[in-house]
């Protein structure tokens, strides 16, 4: 069965390369208003929806089409003076390649993907062809077909700045990635400091927006912002937390626990502490009865209102456990119980593939034997002064149900709809917590007992394989797991969730409401992998991010990420400029590890990003080398017949300089061209060696950079030659699910 199975998989693989899946919801989010103080004059002209692709730094804006995946339709240019489209493309054009080269693979739309969401297709095919041109003298070729004409092509240059290439070991050792750290917070001070949002000497993009951005320039270690950190630090000296207060403020809570703890570990500033301590002490109130739960408000702030209770959200859990994390190695006041009862939060969400979190965690909204409806009941006692909190409503009865009399069920009764059996509150009254209410008598019961599931600690590291579409909490638990000393036990989780992050820089950008959320924190987490081969690819792949996204006119705008998720991005009205600087500020300034979310107190990121692989060649198993071979030609001669092949040279046992492919033919010949000149020679493919087979295959992975089956077929095949590095390189690409699959295939 395994065969059957296999051989199919084999034969399916390269002949379905050129079906993308297509998934588009309408016109998100494309129509989407994006409330962009610096795209105002795009606004004037298109209305309040223009949600668009931002081509790098060409001052243009576009769109992909379903029906046309691989072509950038035109839907704005902007005409001010540092527009370099400016009068050279217009609205209705289309973009179908840049310098020489016509786009070859088609974006698939929608998130969760093999191998990862994200930007595949044309923009990252763009993103290559700005890196070369600004690599040399600025100057960009788009190939445009006028109005969209399916007629007429057209070269349009466009001069760019000239800014040199990203080098190979970015973030780090890098001119290009130092020199652009500096002019995104150069634009955040300039944001910062202009009334643009009518407050000026303000941080624009609500509690993730100011945190993100002072927390790029502290971790820039550019001592010219020094001034602007101060003054928004001295900020916090007088802030005290009260858990009864209004608002969603477990989110202020946990920027804030990580903007004190970074300053006070990089300062020492003991104006600090009140502040902090404060905090520490408000923590566990403001979640479940401190076991780690926390949604937008405060739970005191609920209870006395008598709020519905909303959903677990981990990513509030995530940033609390960092700022304990600070504390804890600041030797300053944190809760214990809270910050263990977080951790194994943590543990429930994780399984040996990946930490598996979305918007909660694992199990954190449902007991093990006890729905959600039945977690907490309202009672009326007999004898109002029994049961008090000794500090007003919200607030827990310390003596629990202990000598409170009689009391009646005021909720859920048999009339309500979510009734649910009660017997538990009698059942288990020495465990129960109760805490006091509003209204004369009234108390809350909340169920203590069943505890939530308890997993094991890990006394090994992960393999890990997988990665989520959710990766802020996970980012998070990376960074609050592996700062400052921590047991064994937590370093197997926190790199566990840092490998989950770097599998999948496709998703970085795709979670739940807040874009950048997810884009920041998942870049601090990538960053503690110790997967080298696969974190190279992620930086890789996140310096397209920057590429893609920088502005002609100053900082980095956000990009339309999670195509699929109607109205679950809120980061077009909160910050669509500063909130994307601000990550990509994080990202660059990886290297200076200047924080602890940084890497700062580690060995870093830096050596394992570029180490090499030494692993031994595993050795393919010899009935399925006829089918895989059969794989690769009926892929070759797919793209034959797209007329893809003609354009890369390769290397051939049989010539004596490069080559092209200029056919296939249905019997297996294979038949070379010089580059110069018209001479060609056919050869059958049983009669080229291993190493003539991988480079063809290299060759498919070329023309299908996101298709994650040629990937891992190239990786097969770099591996039959003995190449490991290359082949790991390739695996990297892939899906790991199908890295899982195909390792089968070896003895």
């Known amino acids: 069965m395994f065969t059957r199975t296999l051989s199919s998989l084999l034969l399916l693989f390269f002949t379905s390369l050129l079906s993308p899946a297509i998934m588009e919801r309408g016109d998100y ?42 072509e950038l339709a035109v839907m704005y240019v902007f005409q001010d003076s540092k527009s370099p ?51 040399k003298d600025g100057k960009l070729e788009l190939m445009v077909r006028p109005g969209g004409s399916r007629s007429t092509l057209e070269t349009v240059t466009l001069q760019l700045r000239p800014v040199g290439r990203f080098a190979p070991t970015f973030p780090y050792q890098c001119k290009r990635s130092d020199q652009m750290l500096t002019e995104l917070c150069d634009f955040m001070v300039m944001d910062y400091k202009s009334d643009n949002w009518k407050k000026a000497n303000t941080f624009h993009g609500a509690a993730h927006g100011h945190a993100h951005q002072l927390l790029a320039l502290m971790a820039s270690g550019d001592k010219k912002y020094s001034r602007i950190i101060k003054e928004n630090i001295a900020r916090y000296y007088s802030k005290r937390y009260d858990p009864a207060g209004g608002g969603f403020q477990m989110w202020n809570w946990g920027f804030d626990s ?14 600090l502490e009140d502040a902090m301590e404060s905090l520490a002490k408000a923590m566990p109130e403001g979640c479940h009865n401190g076991d780690g739960i926390y949604t937008h408000r405060s739970q005191i702030n609920i209870r006395l209102l008598g709020r519905k209770p909303y959903a677990s959200i ?42 598996n979190i979305a918007y909660a965690f694992g199990n954190a909204d449902k007991l093990n034997d006890a729905d959600l409806s039945a977690r907490h009941a309202i009672i009326k006692l007999a ?25 009646e069920l005021v909720w859920p ?48 590291s992960y393999k890990t394989t997988r990665t989520g579409s959710h990766l802020a909490p996970v980012g998070m638990g990376a960074v609050a797991h592996l700062i400052g000393p921590q047991e064994e036990s937590w370093k197997y989780l926190g790199t566990h969730a840092a490998n989950t992050c770097v599998l999948g820089p496709g998703n970085a950008f795709d979670g739940h409401a807040a874009s950048n959320l997810h884009g920041f924190w998942s870049v601090v987490g990538a960053a503690r992998s110790d997967q080298p081969k696969k974190l190279r690819q992620y930086f890789d792949y996140m310096k397209t991010f920057l590429i893609l996204s920088e502005t002609h006119n100053g900082g980095l705008i956000l990009q339309p990420w999670g195509r699929d998720r109607p109205n679950c991005n809120s980061d077009v009205s909160y910050g669509p400029r500063t909130l994307p600087t601000a990550t990509g500020a994080i990202l660059l300034s ?13 060995g870093g990121s830096e050596k394992s990003a570029s180490a090499k692989s030494a692993r031994v060649a595993r050795k393919l198993s010899e009935r399925y080398i006829p089918m895989l071979d059969t794989a690769l030609l009926n892929a070759l001669g797919e793209l034959n017949r797209a007329g893809e092949l003609k354009t890369v040279p390769l290397t051939l046992s049989k010539a004596s300089s490069k080559v092209l492919l200029a056919n296939v033919a249905s019997d297996g010949t294979l038949t070379f061209q010089a580059k110069q000149g018209s001479k060609q020679a056919s050869f059958k493919y049983q009669d080229l060696t291993t190493t003539d087979h991988a480079f063809l295959a290299c060759l498919v992975a070329r023309f299908r950079p996101t298709n994650p089956e040629a990937q891992v077929y190239a990786g097969i095949f770099m591996e039959r030659t003995g190449d490991t590095e290359a082949a790991d390189t390739y695996y990297a690409k892939a899906d790991p699910e199908l890295v899982g699959q195909i390792s089968k295939l070896f003895e």
């Not at 990580?258 to 104006?271: F, H, N, P, S």
């Not at 004898?383 to 009391?407: F, Q």
């Not at 017997?423 to 203590?448: F, P, S």
């Not at 990886?590 to 580690?602: E, F, M, P």
Request: include cysteine.
């Open 413 to 460: 009764t048999k009339a309500d709809p979510r009734w649910k059996p009660t017997d538990w509150i009698e059942k288990e009254a020495d465990t129960n917590i109760l805490t006091e209410h509003k209204g004369e008598g009234i108390r809350r019961v909340d169920r203590n007992c069943p505890k939530y599931k308890v997993a094991e600690e890990p006394t090994k």
């Open 258 to 271: 990580i903007v004190m703890g970074e300053y006070y570990l990089q300062t020492g500033d003991r104006k």
């Open 29 to 70: 989010p494309w129509k989407t208003g994006l409330r962009s103080f610096y795209d105002q004059e795009m606004a004037k002209t298109l209305g309040d929806a223009y949600w668009y692709l931002n081509l790098g730094p060409t001052g243009i804006r576009a769109r992909i089409y379903p029906e046309k995946p691989d």
């Open 314 to 355: 981990a990513a509030i859990s995530g940033l609390q456990m960092i700022g304990m994390s600070l504390f804890k190695e600041a030797n300053l006041p944190y809760d214990e119980r809270l910050y263990q009862n977080i951790h194994q939060h943590y543990l429930n969400s994780t399984s040996p593939e990946a930490v």
């Open 383 to 407: 004898d109002p002064k029994k049961g008090l909190s000794g500090r007003g409503p919200g607030y827990v009865c310390p003596t629990g149900m202990a000598g409170i009399g009689e009391y």
């Open 590 to 602: 990886l290297a200076k590890k200047q924080l602890r979310i940084t890497g700062a107190g580690t």
């Open 85 to 135: 489209a400016k009068g050279l493309v217009e609205i209705g054009d289309v973009i179908v390649g840049a310098n020489g080269r016509q786009f070859k693979t088609s974006h698939r739309f929608g998130r969760n993907l093999p191998g990862g969401g994200g930007w595949d297709g044309p923009m990252l095919e763009l993103a290559g062809h700005l890196e070369d041109s600004q690599g």
